[in-house]
């Protein structure tokens, strides 16, 4: 897997996990997804994401978004 499908399918999984336990534990787990959201809009004009350096430090290839 590449970075990138890395990175998207670790953001669905924190913001679905994030929607269940909002709704079954607090609200405030809200702000974890509005986090990962945050995180999501500011890597697209940015183009520097966290997680894909760390990924990429751990040897997993970089597609053509975060080169």
């Not at 913001?15 to 959201?37: E, K, N, P, Q, R």
Request: net charge positive.
């Amino acid at each position: 897997m590449s970075v990138e499908r890395v990175v998207l399918a670790f953001a669905g999984s924190v913001i679905l996990a994030s929607l269940l336990l909002a709704h079954y534990v607090s609200a405030d787990w809200l702000w974890l997804t509005a986090f990962v959201g945050a995180n999501l809009l500011q890597s697209s004009f940015t183009g520097f994401c966290p997680l894909a350096k760390i990924l990429k430090a751990m040897g997993l290839q970089a597609g053509c978004a975060f080169q």
